[in-house]
């Protein structure tokens, strides 16, 4: 008696079906470049270790090359008998005009091309604590005496900071009151370029925005009191301001307030991060039984609009025609309206029909969407784990950010201190004290530039490799679960896929995310470009450069999604980055329709699914706040929030997004090696199969066999070992 034969074919045996067991490593020689480009950061990161003091954007430096809030040491080799004080006591830094901040070159000190410009240069010094909300100190030489206060009096402004430095708030520069006499007159101590010191030609109420002493030009208004002369010197000061801000200098206040909620209502945020986390779980889940019902309202929603849109501008031209056609006065401007009416009727026609076009005779690929979106949610379903991999992602690309950001910490604070020398003139001519000034700053190295790239490169490169080892292993996991026929022998599937990535394919991922990085830096290197340029430019040099942009964007684009689908095959057959891109290229070719459907639609699911996350979670925020009282702006904290929820949606349907991709991947091969007849019988499930060409027989195969299967086991559990292999004949007389 003879043994029915099981569904497996010497095919499947050799591995030549599904996923590839017996792999080899991929693309070596990318993956040692990686290597040592890592290499070549950990360099950079040891210089700027050694050079740099990330503590001076922290916290700011004042104009000797002093951080506030430290206990400094002098610099060897510098002249500057105010560099290296001990400023533990003074955390913030005050700015004597606050619209020109520190230089960095001799070029923004005011050294015009070299050719004997005067130098100006803009004091800072660290201070105890930034001027009060009750505090405005004018310059007097522009405000008109009769209506002088006494702290913008000409005899009493110096007694004025005297008092304040006694006070333990001083303004002035370090030293100024040593050896004051009560003799200081304010013409003598006002120089020609006043923000060079030794004291601040003004005065403004303050507040501390990251350790910066940042003026709030609304109580500077109210204190005027209506005084016309005062306001007026104020207008001149905000204009400055805003140019300097490009905005209205009353944001600051608004950043100051909108630090406050943030700090105020942490619990609240907490709240609203955790149930967007919870929400996208939740939709995940769902989103299997959710795309159905959504893709067939926004289909049927699309065809009444595409036929409701053309009528409704046809009817609104013949009404506009008529009216004119009936009016007396015919005006050339209405003729227009009526001319420009019938354009965009003619116009939407046009593309209505078109689209309504696609929606009948791609109906059929819309049902396959469906299809996709359910298996790929049974399939999360049933690797639930799955689901938490993007937050392990999260974590990896947060904390190559973070070191990323602190290497720039001292990177980019990592320039020589050089010392500048000049000599103060005074408006009153006299030879006061400290005439002669020694200021601090650090010129960066010549080769700083180049450093910058490397490093930004390094950025681009380390977070798309994340990405893309993500995108590999889930893919590894869904073609598993896909290409195995009892699903209840699949165990561990993620792991596996991940073991896939680090053991076998890391040098594919780094091939397709250094294609990726590449694009990113030449998009911001033009970015750099055009900012740099804007104003110097001609439009036709501005146009070219923004269709150069546009082209890059969508080169990007496309390149990720090849890098996608060729990861996927990587995963699938474990082939090396270039000749996974040629087959996976050639299949996609080969089902352009439905890989047009299958990306539009889709990608207009997940975004609806995303946007819905983003809503509840606002909702959330918006009961939780609008009646708080203590809150200035509750709106900023809700926002902060949204943008963390679609961050956290985005990451979560990301699985869903890759799982799609690989189910059809899968599809589309499955459906080229096999034809359902016994032993070339289809992996795809049964809701699959109905998308298939001709696919009744191999449905009736599939029906054979789970009957075969279920009598195999009926019989193993009475012991009959004969009923254990039936009659293949009886059976497929029986199925008939």
């Known amino acids: 008696m003879g043994k029915v034969k099981p569904f497996q074919t010497k095919q499947e045996d050799k591995g030549d079906v599904g996923p590839l067991k017996n792999r080899g490593c991929t693309d070596i020689i990318c993956l040692l470049i990686f290597i040592l480009f890592l290499g070549g950061m950990g360099v950079i990161a040891y210089f700027a270790f050694a050079m740099g003091d990330p503590w001076r954007i922290?916290?700011?430096?004042?104009?000797?090359?002093?951080?506030?809030?430290?206990?400094?040491?002098?610099?060897?080799?510098?002249?500057?008998?105010?560099?290296?004080?001990?400023?533990?006591?003074?955390?913030?830094?005050?700015?004597?005009?606050?619209?020109?901040?520190?230089?960095?070159?001799?070029?923004?000190?005011?050294?015009?091309?070299?050719?004997?410009?005067?130098?100006?240069?803009?004091?800072?010094?660290?201070?105890?604590?930034?001027?009060?909300?009750?505090?405005?100190?004018?310059?007097?030489?522009?405000?008109?005496?009769?209506?002088?206060?006494?702290?913008?009096?000409?005899?009493?402004?110096?007694?004025?900071?005297?008092?304040?430095?006694?006070?333990?708030?001083?303004?002035?520069?370090?030293?100024?009151?040593e050896d004051f006499n009560g003799d200081y007159t304010?013409?003598?101590?006002?120089?020609?370029?006043?923000?060079?010191?030794?004291?601040?030609?003004?005065?403004?109420?303050?507040?501390?925005?990251l350790s910066r002493c940042i003026p709030l030009m609304e109580k500077v208004t109210k204190l005027a009191n209506g005084d016309t002369a005062i306001l007026s010197v104020i207008s001149i000061i905000e204009d400055k301001f805003n140019g300097f801000?490009?905005?209205?200098?009353?944001?600051?206040?608004?950043?100051?307030?909108?630090?406050?909620?943030?700090?105020?209502?942490?619990?609240?945020?907490?709240?609203?991060?955790?149930?967007?986390?919870?929400?996208?779980?939740?939709?995940?889940?769902?989103?299997?039984?959710?795309?159905q019902i959504v893709i067939y309202v926004v289909a049927i929603a699309a065809a009444?609009?595409?036929?409701?849109?053309?009528?409704?501008?046809?009817?609104v031209w013949y009404k506009a025609n008529e009216e004119y056609e009936a009016s007396a006065l015919k005006l050339e401007s209405t003729a227009s309206n009526v001319k420009t009416l019938m354009i965009y009727a003619i116009i939407t026609t046009v593309v209505c029909f078109i689209v309504l076009t696609l929606i009948i005779f791609l109906r059929s690929r819309i049902g396959l969407m469906v299809t996709l979106f359910k298996e790929a949610g049974i399939m999360v379903m049933r690797m639930v784990t799955i689901v938490f991999t993007p937050l392990v992602l999260a974590l990896f690309i947060m904390a190559w950010a973070a070191l990323w950001t602190f290497v720039s910490g001292f990177l980019y604070t990592s320039g020589e201190a050089t010392e500048l020398t000049f000599t103060r003139e005074y408006l009153g001519g006299e030879s006061a004290q400290n005439a002669n000034i020694t200021m601090v700053y650090f010129k960066d190295h010549d080769y700083i530039n180049y450093v910058w790239l490397y490093h930004l490169f390094g950025l681009y490169w380390g977070t798309e490799f994340f990405l893309a080892c993500h995108e590999m292993a889930i893919a590894g996991a869904f073609v598993q679960f896909y290409w195995t026929r009892d699903k209840s022998k699949i165990h561990f599937p993620v792991i596996r896929g991940i073991w896939w990535v680090f053991r076998?394919?890391?040098?594919?991922?780094?091939?397709?995310?250094?294609?990726?990085?590449?694009?990113?830096?030449?998009?911001?290197?033009?970015?750099?470009?055009?900012?740099?340029?804007?104003?110097?430019?001609?439009?036709?040099?501005?146009?070219?450069?923004m269709c150069l942009q546009c082209c890059l964007w969508c080169f990007e684009k496309v390149m990720k999604f090849i890098n996608r689908n060729a990861y996927i095959y990587t995963a699938f057959k474990g082939k090396a980055f270039c000749t996974s891109c040629q087959k996976?290229?050639?299949?996609?070719?080969?089902?352009?329709?439905?890989?047009?459907?299958?990306n539009c639609v889709g990608a207009f699911i997940l975004f609806m699914g995303k946007f819905l996350v983003v809503m509840i979670t606002g909702m959330i925020g918006y009961f939780m706040m609008q009646k708080d009282t203590d809150l200035y702006y509750w709106a900023i904290p809700v926002l902060i929030a949204s943008i963390f929820a679609f961050a956290v949606a985005h990451t979560f349907f990301s699985v869903y997004e890759i799982g799609i991709d690989a189910i059809f991947i899968c599809f589309a091969e499955d459906e080229t090696i096999n034809d359902g007849t016994p032993g070339r019988e289809y992996y795809m499930s049964k809701n699959l199969m109905e998308w298939v060409d001709?696919?009744?027989?191999?449905?009736?195969?599939?029906?054979?066999?789970?009957?075969?299967?279920?009598?195999?086991?009926?019989?193993?559990?009475?012991?009959?070992?004969?009923?254990?292999?039936?009659?293949?004949?009886?059976?497929?007389?029986?199925?008939?």
């Not at 996976?584 to 299958?598: D, E, H, K, Q, T």
């Not at 009744?696 to 009926?714: F, I, M, P, T, V």
Request: net charge neutral; hydrophobic share 40%; proline share 5%.
């Open 304 to 315: 009444v609009a595409c036929v409701a849109g053309p009528a409704y501008f046809w009817y």
């Open 245 to 291: 801000f490009g905005t209205n200098v009353s944001a600051t206040q608004v950043m100051t307030y909108a630090m406050s909620d943030l700090m105020h209502s942490y619990q609240e945020l907490a709240i609203m991060c955790g149930a967007s986390l919870v929400i996208s779980f939740i939709i995940i889940l769902l989103l299997g039984w959710i795309a």
């Open 694 to 736: 001709d696919s009744g027989e191999a449905l009736k195969n599939l029906k054979r066999k789970k009957k075969q299967q279920q009598a195999q086991a009926k019989a193993a559990k009475s012991g009959d070992t004969a009923g254990m292999y039936p009659d293949l004949d009886d059976m497929e007389m029986g199925s008939k």
């Open 504 to 545: 076998y394919h890391l040098g594919t991922v780094a091939f397709g995310s250094c294609i990726i990085a590449n694009i990113q830096l030449i998009r911001t290197i033009l970015a750099y470009i055009q900012e740099k340029t804007k104003d110097s430019q001609s439009e036709c040099v501005k146009y070219l450069l």
């Open 584 to 598: 996976v290229f050639a299949l996609l070719l080969s089902n352009v329709a439905r890989v047009g459907v299958i």
């Open 58 to 177: 922290l916290n700011g430096y004042d104009s000797f090359g002093n951080t506030c809030g430290k206990d400094n040491t002098p610099v060897e080799g510098l002249n500057a008998p105010l560099n290296g004080r001990n400023l533990t006591d003074k955390p913030y830094l005050f700015y004597f005009d606050f619209t020109v901040m520190l230089p960095t070159s001799l070029v923004s000190l005011g050294l015009v091309d070299g050719t004997g410009g005067s130098i100006e240069t803009t004091m800072m010094v660290c201070v105890k604590e930034c001027p009060g909300p009750k505090t405005l100190i004018l310059d007097p030489l522009t405000t008109p005496l009769s209506s002088a206060k006494t702290v913008t009096d000409t005899t009493y402004r110096m007694d004025y900071y005297h008092a304040e430095y006694k006070k333990g708030n001083n303004w002035c520069e370090y030293d100024t009151f």
């Open 186 to 209: 304010d013409r003598k101590y006002v120089t020609i370029k006043g923000s060079s010191g030794p004291c601040p030609d003004y005065v403004l109420p303050s507040s501390p925005v």
